[in-house]
């Protein structure tokens, strides 16, 4: 368990026996594909740390429309503004596949910081990282134009397989257009033109990058 708890950003810089107080605090829970562990506007009391499998991370408005904050995989943690204040949660998380957490309630976080001062200090650092990156994911929405948009997403998810640059997780058109904040519509016009100018192919759902994408359409 320590050694999982090390590939997890938050506790970066931590020390075994620290992480070991992580540990000692956090109950393990598994949750069925399509579980939402976390609801938009509800109470908040505890972080989810995921320890295997696959969650989204969503906003939505009154018309249930959906805006795809992230897709997080393990070593990855939700619901941590939880731990530092009183208001309700900021966004949903439903879980993409059956997933394993570590869950910490807000009391044993607490303790956990009043008992061990040295753990608070570092996870502060951790959390503003956290904070400087979503920073970052709201200034590419606010201020790129839609297939600039699409472009840094297939770049961030491709990885190299077998020699090819690829897109390994399943993507409809519809799950870029919610990553994105586009509609359908536009995601599907720009991935046919993506395809016919031979920078994509699509095969068995998966995407597979020929060349560098253009930076601009």
Known sequence: MISTLKQIPLFSGLSDQELEHIEAS???????????????GD???????????RVKVFVSDSSGKEYVLAILGPGEYVG??????????????????????????????????????????????????????????????????VYSRVRLLLEDLAVEHDGQLMVEEPMTQQAIADRVGSSR?????????????????????????????????
């Open 43 to 53: 109470a908040g009391s505890s972080m989810f740390l995921l320890m295997q499998g």
């Open 80 to 145: 941590e503004l939880a731990l530092l204040d009183d208001e309700p949660r900021t966004a949903s998380v439903e879980t993409e596949e059956q997933s394993t957490f570590l869950v910490i309630v807000k009391e044993d976080f607490l303790t956990l910081l009043r008992e061990h001062p040295p753990i608070m200090f570092k996870l502060l650092l951790n959390l503003a990282r956290r904070s400087r990156q979503l920073t970052e994911a709201v200034k590419n929405l606010a201020l790129k134009d």
């Open 26 to 40: 956090a109950t393990a829970k598994t949750y069925a594909k399509g579980t939402i562990i976390i609801d938009e």
């Open 185 to 217: 519509e536009m995601v599907a016009r720009i991935m046919k033109e993506l395809v016919f100018g031979g920078y994509v192919r699509i095969e068995n759902r998966r995407m597979i990058i020929l060349q560098k994408l253009p930076e601009a359409f």
